[in-house]
């Protein structure tokens, strides 16, 4: 993709295995939150991303929804695994894409074409982040990652939920407020001021001060949350929607590339992460979007779910 946000893997596509019925239910206590239904808004009227298709704004009539409070954490992505004996792609792949600055200095790791701070590292996955030797233990509360969107899929139908969509998304994300750029508000985060969120400090990306106590990914319940208790909305980790990817433009060249996005099952990610900045990659606003492929991993994608409101 050529930026921080998210790299292609352009590995195919691996079909899912079948979970046992008896595996499949809701895992312990999870925190959720009620979010109102009504008209909500979806994109902004003042783009920063033209190509991302930010705008138009428009109004979308939601029903109300439930939504986790954190993203899925490390230990609830293994309470499923240990339930089920699901495996990833990434661990079927063999490989996941890391932050270069995660990786010990001597290790040797091929460098993605166009953005050299991925790596492309043998053996990591959600378990072992940094590769082989790496372990979660000590980071059980932070948001898994090295999960594809198919994964991100397969845990939501074990535990009774489902991706959110776009829309419920940014709507999720606004927590009650009506147009705001961030889930505080409109203040902008800086190296100083960096507000309830975990970007990125300094100059990306060869200098990272981690002013806001995290130089990479921070726990699921890091910072305050919104006004609706939502954590980490911007920043940390890139979270999976269930919409696939367009455009929201007539432009010949937007057409073409919504013609490519669903010739490579492109899916919406929201929230930014640890590796934005204003400077290079500004998509920790609500309104901002980026594309992947449903098979492609990281080291700064996760995800949370939503669930059907009781009261519809």
Not at 161 to 190: C, Y
Not at 192 to 216: E, K
Not at 263 to 280: D, I, P, Q, T
Not at 285 to 293: E, G, K, L
Request: proline residues 6%; charged residues 20%.
């Amino acid at each position: 993709m050529g930026s921080c946000c998210s790299v292609a893997s352009g590995r195919g596509t691996v079909g899912l295995p079948e979970m046992p019925l008896t595996a499949r239910g809701m895992p312990r206590f999870v925190e959720t939150v009620e979010i109102p239904g009504g008209v909500a808004r979806l994109g902004t009227s003042q783009p920063i991303h033209q190509g991302d298709g930010e705008s138009p704004q428009s109004l979308v009539r939601l029903k109300p929804f439930r939504m986790d409070a954190a993203a899925v954490t490390n230990r609830r992505f293994a309470e499923f695994v240990n339930a089920t004996g699901f495996e990833t792609e990434t661990e079927r792949f063999g490989w996941s894409f890391v932050f270069y600055d995660m990786l010990p200095a001597d290790m040797s790791s091929l460098a993605a074409v166009g953005t050299d701070w991925w790596r492309c590292v043998d053996g990591a996955c959600w378990k072992e982040p940094e590769g082989p030797g790496s372990k979660i233990e000590g980071r059980e509360d932070h948001p898994v990652t090295h999960v594809t969107w198919n994964d991100a899929a397969a845990f939501a139908k074990w535990a009774g939920g489902r991706l959110p969509t776009e829309a419920e998304w940014e709507h999720a994300a606004r927590g009650g407020l009506t147009d705001p750029m961030f889930p505080w508000g409109d203040q902008e985060p800086d190296d100083v001021d960096f507000m309830p969120c975990n970007v990125w400090q300094g100059q990306f990306p060869n200098r990272n001060t981690g002013a806001d106590g995290f130089r990479w990914v921070a726990p699921a319940r890091s910072f305050a949350p919104n006004g609706y208790g939502l954590y980490n909305m911007a920043g940390n980790t890139w979270e999976w929607t269930a919409d696939r990817w367009s455009v929201r433009s007539l432009a010949k060249a937007s057409k073409a590339d919504n013609f490519n996005a669903t010739a490579h099952n492109e899916r919406v990610m929201k929230g930014g992460s640890f590796l934005c900045h204003r400077s290079y990659c500004y998509r920790y606003r609500i309104a901002a979007r980026h594309p992947n492929t449903t098979d492609t991993s990281t080291s700064h994608i996760g995800f949370r779910l939503a669930y059907d409101s009781v009261s519809t």
